[in-house]
C-alpha cells in the first residue's frame, strides 16, 4: 500500500508594499473639498483653500505620483473654492454698495 503524499502547500506571496504615506495629499484633499462647500454656501472657505492649495503643491512635490489623485484633487478644490469666495466677497461688496447708496436722503 502506496502513502498518499500530503497536499502541496500554496506559494508565499510577498506583501503589497504600501508606498509612501500620502498624508500631505490627503489632508489637503479633504480641506479642498471642505472650503469648496464652505464657498458655495457662504463663501468662508477661502482659509480651507488656501491650505488646500498650499498642501496639494506641498504633496505634488514630495509625494509625486503615487499621491497624485489625492494632491491634484486638492489643487482643483482649492482654487475652484478661492474663486467662489471671491465671487461672493465681489458680490458682498457690490450689495454692500448699492443698498449704500439708496438708502442716502436727500433732504433740500
Known amino acids: 500500500m502506496t502513502a498518499t503524499p500530503p497536499p502541496a502547500t500554496p506559494p508565499a506571496y510577498p506583501a503589497p508594499v504600501a508606498g509612501p504615506p500620502k ?5 489637503g484633499m479633504i480641506a479642498g473639498i471642505v472650503g ?6 457662504g463663501g ?22 503615487p499621491a497624485k489623485g489625492f494632491w491634484l484633487t486638492s489643487i482643483i478644490t482649492g482654487f475652484a473654492g478661492l474663486a467662489l469666495s471671491l465671487i461672493w466677497l465681489i458680490g ?17
Not at 36 to 41: N, P, R, T
Not at 51 to 64: N, R, Y
Request: hydrophobic letters at 60%.
Open 23 to 27: 498624508i500631505l495629499s490627503l489632508i
Open 36 to 41: 469648496l462647500v464652505f464657498s458655495i454656501f
Open 44 to 65: 468662508f472657505g477661502f482659509v480651507f483653500s488656501i491650505g488646500a492649495i498650499v498642501l496639494g503643491f506641498l504633496g505634488k512635490s514630495k509625494e509625486g505620483a
Open 92 to 108: 458682498t461688496i457690490i450689495f454692500v454698495v448699492l443698498i449704500g447708496a439708496a438708502s442716502t436722503s436727500y433732504s433740500y
